[in-house]
């Protein structure tokens, strides 16, 4: 069963089923929600080789020495150099007056032009933090889950924050992290932080801070002064 975020497979645990009308109708509860780009059809977005990292003493990096250093393409649709038509521009600064409808609106349009816009992605997922933890990281796992059909599972490289394109990638990793934990999942949340730790060793987003504070024991509400 899917819902209305694209790639998401729901489980849900039956409760009652019954027919109206020669129709057969089923309810019950969501068990499991599970993101699956591959489903998509999408073309994996471009990875360029930006030289090598040095990664010694770095958390959880599989080699040592150099690592390869990349940029993920970022897809925004529009042309960049007009205002009008770049619609994350023009979201973020209906977002910035209050308009958070109409942002929201141009956010799910660039989508609909290209599933591949992790910046909207990003942006929807950080919206949704505070009011729907789920519908948060769902945005987001669906951001990770398109780029990591670029990079894989196991991809040992580094993706710097310095580089720009790389940013929404880490962005959706991040809002991801930051939604399980939310969702009381700190091994979950813990999981993505070395994650994001180990494509940004110079940790804009401060996946060690947070990391640091989950194996501490400490939750979110502790870390987001007291919000729920």
Not at 161 to 177: K, S, V
Request: charge should be negative; proline fraction near 6%; charged fraction near 25%.
């Amino acid at each position: 069963m899917r819902d209305e975020i694209p790639g998401s497979i729901i489980t849900v645990t039956p409760k009652k089923q019954w027919t109206h009308a020669r129709h057969p109708y089923l309810s019950g509860e969501v068990s499991a929600v599970r993101i699956d780009a591959t489903v998509l059809g999408l073309v994996p977005l471009v990875l360029s080789s930006e030289g090598e990292w040095e990664a010694e003493g770095e958390l959880g990096a599989r080699s040592h020495g150099k690592r390869p250093v990349f940029q993920m393409q970022q897809v925004i649709p529009g042309p960049l150099e007009d205002y009008e038509s770049n619609l994350i521009v023009e979201a973020k600064e209906r977002e910035a007056v209050g308009d958070h409808a109409a942002a929201e609106e141009l956010l799910t349009k660039a989508l609909a032009l290209d599933l591949r816009c992790l910046e909207a992605l990003a942006h929807l997922g950080d919206r949704a933090l505070r009011y729907w933890p789920s519908l948060a990281m769902r945005h987001c796992k669906l951001g990770v889950a398109i780029g990591t059909l670029t990079v894989g599972e196991e991809f040992d490289g580094v993706l710097p924050w310095a580089l720009l394109d790389n940013r929404p990638f880490l962005r959706c990793l991040h809002g991801m992290g930051r939604a399980l934990w939310r969702l009381a999942q700190p091994d979950a949340a813990a999981e993505v932080f070395r994650r994001l730790l180990r494509l940004d060793p110079a940790d804009h987003l401060l996946a060690r801070a947070n990391l640091a504070a989950i194996e501490a024991g400490k939750t979110w509400k502790e870390m987001e002064g007291g919000e729920p």
